[in-house]
């Protein structure tokens, strides 16, 4: 995993010394992002810089920007092609040397071969810009998920990208306007990730699964467009029989395992995260499975797989109950860490640091304690389960649009043996957690319209109104590419690239996600079982306590306690005014009059929205006039890459 940065000048001989300085200075922002290695490009319009985290091919021959054998394509590249080696066996068939073994040289060699079409060939997670220095065109692309970042401000005179938004700051001429919209969206609704917008109005977000294409002439050469769509199948079996129904959970097993098996590939240390949910303890389970035929072949796993695991003392958000007994189940080597709800508001001020833009909860923080504690064992690749509630329907409101998707198609006999499925623990868990979501969608539309925000009513006018899904299919499909998963992987991005560490997700696997979307809807749901194919096909392959639970916590903390403990640095937070911008989006001493109130009962699991205000005006603080920069380095003498070879820049 690493950092990239590109400046692409428009204007004739204007990628001057002034624009490398501007993109050594983005990737030294960046530098978590990639501590291993760094390299810069420039010619007389693009000046590109990379900070590499060294996973594959850990010599050398990997640094980046990385050119083919002419000279003539410069690739900055952060990702990793998990099919790497198949590609780069049928390119050398069509006559393509290799020179290191990296990922990155099968994208050069790839893009050599088949143009812009190779996207289609790639299998994992990527976000790059590649230079044609003869053509004078900038090609860039991102994964079919958005599982890496890619941010670009695009001017008269030039285009900027990067991998984090603190980078494009530190480059603009001017100190970018934060965007009304997606700050109101947030502070309403929670919502961060819609549309190519980003918190700060010029800087967009390429979306995923497209790729952006730009020549020297200017911004009226851009075109884009989208490479990757999953495709719906909203119907269901019309006689689900034993025989079939068990061929394709064999099948949905077997690509999973390969899923799994493809991110292990790594020549420094592997572990994974362990929830306790269904998904990340079938992804131990799956680990576990291939060491044992294969122990030789995964030596950066060691004996045993290191598993991470966040515990509280607090038992309604505490996963130890399905943790360990899959850690012990697998002989894995547990590791577990409880993190502290001391100084909260400090830790969620350093964490912005790294992410950028505000993340709507303390369960963002859990996150962030998990990688810390596997960074500090040495683990550098962690595979974690983010997509898979999302793809198999693992949230029980989702339960609820499938039995209103059953109505709809006029089944009501299945229907109905579904709710006494459900009966009576899924049932209550289901109402439950759907009142709990409407409650909360009220409690957040009022808010909206309350004095607590001091903010222009006309942005919340343009933020269209919620979707009205047609199936259960289409709802998962949007909660995957649009709204729910794209927030959960910059969350995941961040945490992870913040401690150095290359987080991988099996369930993204688009293969996987295709196979799923072509299954009818009764391998998902039937019998009152939530992700049906995927308990199914893990039988026998962990404990039946974790395969056939109901209850779902997530990343759950103890926020409430935490924020009450911290009570008074919450109200100094709320009552400092020195703080324009804050006056603009909320109005602290109404939130200062009602705090008590606002925080609720110390055992409340969660008293959103007071959360994501204070984490949103811990945001404001950052933005209170200093553009990020860096001071040091600046007497050092850097190696540059141009198409005559190496030179040194002062």
């Known amino acids: 995993m690493c950092g990239i940065a590109g400046i692409l000048s ?16 983005m990737v030294e922002l960046m530098k978590h992002r990639g501590p291993d290695d760094e390299g810069f490009y420039q010619d007389d319009r693009m000046v590109l810089g990379h900070c590499r985290l060294s996973i594959i091919d850990l010599s050398s021959a990997g640094r980046q920007p990385m050119c083919n054998e002419n000279r003539s394509l410069w690739l900055t590249y952060n990702g990793e092609i998990y099919n ?36 289609s060939r790639f299998n994992g997670m990527w976000a790059f810009g590649l230079w044609d220095s003869v053509n004078r065109r900038l090609f860039c692309s991102r994964d079919r998920f958005g599982i890496k970042p890619f941010y670009y401000v695009l001017e008269k005179q030039r285009f900027i990208f990067a991998s984090e938004i603190k980078a494009i700051l530190s480059a603009v001429d001017r100190k970018p306007d934060l965007n009304d919209s997606t700050c109101y969206r947030f502070l309403s609704r929670g919502r961060t990730e819609l549309g190519s917008g980003t918190f700060y109005r010029g800087i967009e977000r390429l979306m995923p699964a497209h790729w952006m294409r730009l020549g020297v002439p200017g911004p009226c050469d851009q075109q884009s467009g989208s490479y990757w769509d999953v495709q719906c199948r909203a119907g269901y079996a019309s006689k689900p029989e034993k025989e079939e129904s068990a061929n394709r959970t064999e099948a949905f097993y077997s690509l999973f395992e390969d899923s799994v098996n493809l991110r292990l590939q790594s020549d420094v240390p592997v572990g994974s995260c362990l929830s306790g949910g269904l998904d990340s303890s079938s992804i131990v389970c799956a680990v576990s499975r291939i060491l044992g035929r294969m122990p030789s072949d995964y030596r950066s796993i060691g004996d045993r797989l290191k598993t991470f695991s966040a515990c509280f003392s607090y038992p309604w958000c505490d996963e130890r109950a399905f943790s360990v007994p899959v850690a012990e189940y697998c002989q894995a080597e547990s590791h577990q860490i409880f993190p502290s709800g001391d100084r909260i508001l400090e830790s969620l001020s350093t ?3 790294f992410h950028d833009e505000p993340f709507p909860s303390t369960n963002v923080f859990s996150q962030w304690n998990v990688m810390q504690l596997a960074s500090s064992r040495g683990i550098k690749v962690l595979l974690d389960g983010q997509g898979g509630d999302e793809l198999l329907g693992g949230y029980l409101p989702y339960v609820s649009h499938f039995l209103l998707d059953l109505l709809r198609n006029k089944r009501y006999a299945r229907c109905l043996g579904e709710l006494f499925s459900l009966f009576p623990s899924g049932l209550s868990l289901l109402f439950g957690s ?13 808010t909206a319209a309350s ?19 047609r199936s259960v299919r289409e709802m998962l499909k949007e909660h995957l590419t649009e709204s729910s998963v794209p927030d959960l992987l910059r969350y995941e991005d961040r945490n992870a690239m913040a401690h150095s560490i290359e987080s991988r997700l099996p369930f993204l696997d688009y293969r996987l996600v295709e196979q799923v979307f072509s299954l009818p809807v009764d391998d998902l749901y039937r019998f009152g079982w939530t992700k049906r194919i995927l308990r199914q096909a893990m039988k026998g392959k962990m404990p039946d306590r974790v395969r056939q639970r109901r209850s779902k916590l997530g990343f759950a903390t103890p926020e409430s306690i935490w924020l009450n403990e911290n009570r008074n640095a919450v109200k100094k937070l709320f009552v400092r005014s020195e703080n324009e911008l804050g006056d603009r989006f909320l109005n602290r001493k109404h939130i200062l009059k009602h705090l008590n109130s606002l925080l609720g009962i110390r055992q409340s699991p969660s008293i959103s929205p007071l959360t994501r205000w204070i984490i949103f005006d811990l945001w404001l603080l950052k933005q209170a006039g200093n553009k990020p920069s860096i001071a040091t380095r600046r007497n050092q003498a850097i190696t540059v890459e141009t198409p005559e070879g190496e030179k040194v820049f002062e």
């Open 10 to 25: 428009f204007e004739t001989d204007t990628a001057t010394d002034a624009s490398v300085r501007s993109v050594r200075n």
């Open 451 to 469: 004095s607590f925000l001091s903010f222009d009513p006309q942005p919340w006018r343009d933020i269209p109104a919620r979707r009205k899904f």
């Open 351 to 353: 964490m912005l640091r």
């Open 434 to 446: 759907v009142f709990h979501a409407v409650r909360q969608g009220f409690a957040s539309d009022r």
């Open 84 to 119: 790497h080696r198949e590609l780069r066996n049928e390119l050398e068939r069509e006559g393509h040397s290799f020179k290191s073994h990296t990922d990155s040289e099968v994208i050069l060699h790839a893009y050599e071969q088949w143009g812009e079409s190779c996207l």
